[in-house]
């Protein structure tokens, strides 16, 4: 009977832990190779907080709109709840500033993107697309508005300054970069969904593991 008891309070302090466990804080980044790209970042939050999340990539805090020439392009926010409905969506922070992640200060630049939400506990997806490719509805499969134009910035006119918000992936003259970096605050885990293949890798794959089987078979045959 000691023992047990001795098990249960152990339990019990384990959970106790776990229930009152610091809220971490989660740094991503990658780079967009079309103008239409986006990336989706996956996050928990495990009770009802604020939550702060934000961009550093649009520049280093230089100057009246916080720019690098060399650094990425204009990002927006948007997270979703766990069945895909639009929480909130952000294209620009609107200042020049700093904030910590994983004790690290980062600066954010006009164009980067910066929101502090106050979220119930659950499951969220963090989606970054480049401006102006806004959600194109209410629900995260409803996708987004540039998702048949890979090459838009192009039709935007931004090769050449002041427009240096842009990223420009198909255009060498705009010196933005496809560069993203993201930082997740106060949230209980966070992930970055792997990109999904092309339809055209997938039939590769297909056709070499159907010949990884047919030489398989041939193998077993002789």
Same mark, same amino acid.
């Given at each position: 009977m000691k023992k047990f008891l001795m098990f249960l309070c152990a339990v019990m302090l384990v959970l106790g832990m776990v229930g009152t466990a610091s809220a971490l804080d989660f740094d991503f980044s990658g780079t967009f190779t079309q103008d239409n790209d986006v990336s989706l970042l @996956?996050? +928990?939050v495990g009770s009802d907080s604020t939550i702060t999340i934000f961009s550093s990539s649009w520049g280093n805090g230089i100057g009246t709109y916080g720019y690098d020439a060399g650094a990425g392009f204009d990002p927006i926010l948007t997270i979703w709840d766990n069945d895909g409905n639009l929480v909130e969506e952000q294209d620009d922070v609107w200042s020049v500033g700093y904030a910590t992640s994983n004790s690290v200060t980062y600066s954010y630049g006009f164009y980067d993107s910066y929101y502090n939400a106050s979220l119930t506990a659950g499951d &969220?997806? *963090?989606?970054? +697309?480049? &401006?102006? @490719?806004? *959600? *194109?509805g209410d629900n995260l499969s409803d996708g987004f508005d540039r998702d048949s134009d890979p090459t838009f910035t192009q039709e935007l006119g931004t090769a050449y300054p002041p427009h240096t918000y842009f990223n420009g992936v198909w255009n060498d003259s705009d010196y933005r970069t496809g560069d993203w970096v993201f930082h997740i605050v106060n949230v209980a885990e966070a992930s970055q969904q792997n990109p999904v293949p092309e339809p055209s890798t997938i039939l590769l794959m297909g056709i070499g593991l159907l010949g990884m089987v047919g030489y398989s078979r041939k193998r077993k045959k002789s």
């Open positions: @996956n996050f +928990t &969220y997806t *963090a989606s970054i +697309t480049q &401006y102006d @490719n806004f *959600a *194109a």
